[in-house]
């Protein structure tokens, strides 16, 4: 049985009003230990999923001690607004940003962790560290490869779309008795420090992507038309688009070819862990580097050893 963690602690400051402020890590370690072969996995659920989810529970038990991870998942900012019930109004203090502070938040858990592990003499394999998330989780683990290009060596997309679809139109859920339950969000209503670096094709021209990328989707995917995913990831060095079709459905690891793909998240996890070869690499060294837009400059730094972001207008100091 693996071992489990959890703590708070601070983490990158609110960019939307320079608050400082905690969240919440969990992390699982292999039972026997870890080693020079132990990588690190980082969850990240979508809308609906969060750390108590039992799917997410079962994944950091299980594949900790199953491929040898050190397996990460943390509450990120805004996570709350984003389940299947409505609860207190967002603020700028903590609301569903869909993008950057989510970003920074999940990046942040796995340079804490490093930083554990390195406090306690334990080796990293550097070159299996990797990203899993699914729709929405999927959207910011491409965000989080872009803002930390050397850190990911491996990113599992399940049905990410291209941009974050609630920025620009209500969630709906559908009830039982028909009812809905509606979601306005926050940043809909908020002007975004830049909208153009969150559309993956125009952040994946910014930079050299140098992680290993495999994304899964489906056919009759809504959230995303299947002829710009498949453009989008034809672009990316390194990257594989796996289209699932009716002939793909196989009743295990997928039951859908809509958005999701009905997956057993541990199967998928487990399929692509059977086929995909990793690099060694015993070291990490984080650089600090920058994203142009026509309206911002934004610079990511790694001092002591967590990431730091800052956003300047063109001209003038942004107030984010």
Known sequence: ??????????????????????FTIHFSTPSKGVGKDTGILLLIPGYGGNVNSNVYKKMR??????HNLIVVQCHYFGQEFMQTELIHEES?????????????????????????????????HYGRIILYGQSHGAYLS???????????????????????????????????????????????????PENEILYLPNLYKKFSNQCSIISFNGTNDAMVPVEDKTSFIKSINKARHILIDD?????????????????DFLQLFDYVMKTHRFSTLNELRLVPHTLHTKQHLFSIDFEEELIQLSIQRHEKISTY
């Open 1 to 22: 049985m693996a071992d489990h963690y959890e703590f708070s602690i601070q983490s990158h400051h609110n960019i939307y009003n320079n608050n400082a402020r905690e």
């Open 61 to 66: 038990d299980r594949f900790a001690d199953k």
């Open 92 to 124: 700028l203090d903590n609301f569903n940003d869909m993008s950057f502070m989510q970003a920074l938040d999940n990046i942040t858990a796995v340079l804490i962790v490093i930083q554990i592990m390195k406090n306690k003499n334990l080796p990293i």
């Open 142 to 192: 491409y965000l989080c490869n872009a803002f930390a290009p050397q850190l990911f060596k491996l990113l599992i997309d399940n049905s990410s779309y291209l941009y974050p679809i609630y920025m620009i139109s209500d969630r709906i859920l559908p009830l039982a008795d028909g009812k809905v339950i509606r979601f306005h969000y926050l940043i809909s209503n908020e002007t975004s």
């Open 247 to 263: 002939n793909s459905i196989d009743g295990q690891i997928f039951t859908s070819t809509n958005h999701g793909l009905g997956a």
